[in-house]
């Protein structure tokens, strides 16, 4: 399976950039405007509407037309683990639904001193198959734009 994956370091402590990253709103800061993103619904893992912390089980349905393009993409994405332990942190979410046929997206912090380590790195398979399968190793070129913005984006908003 292709994986692509992205590492910044942020100069701002680690607890800031992990409760950033915790909830709904970093998403949609970090999301760049040409991917025209609009989260539909947020749910907690008891179904709680708009919960402060994306934790395990949350759900997040969005929209997106990238480019302002074509129909919206519909993508529901699940909160399938997180962890926090003195220094480090992950979250990972997966997409239920949404255009590829497997979405894995894990997202690593890691206190380095007063900065903090960012890694992102996704596992997926795109859709058309056999067709999809031969193109997965050249999707970064999508996803490098995207990825470069997020992080660019991480230092703008949280460096001092």
């Known amino acids: ?8 370091i942020v100069d701002a402590p680690f607890q800031t950039v992990w409760d950033f990253h915790s ?21 907690g893992p008891d179904d709680e509407p708009e919960p402060d912390v994306l934790e395990t089980g949350s759900e997040i349905e969005m929209a997106m037309r ?3 393009v074509g129909p919206a993409q519909r ?8 962890t926090e ?7 990972r979410d997966e997409m239920r639904d949404g255009p590829f046929r497997q979405w894995e997206h894990t997202h690593s912090f890691y206190a380095a001193g007063d900065r903090t380590v960012v890694d992102d790195r996704v596992e997926y398979r795109l859709p058309l198959g ?4 031969l193109g997965g190793p050249f999707a970064w070129v ?14 703008e908003l949280l460096e001092r």
């Open 75 to 82: 993508w529901t994405s699940v909160i399938t683990e997180r």
């Open 85 to 91: 332990d003195a220094g480090a942190a992950l979250f």
């Open 23 to 43: 909830n709904v709103a970093g998403l949609e800061a970090l999301t760049p405007g040409f991917a025209n993103l609009e989260v539909e619904a947020v749910h």
């Open 142 to 155: 999508g996803f490098e734009p995207m990825f470069r913005y997020r992080h660019r984006r991480t230092k």
């Open 130 to 133: 056999g067709l999809g399968d």
């Open 1 to 8: 399976m292709p994986v692509y994956s992205r590492r910044t």
């Open 66 to 68: 990238p480019l302002g």
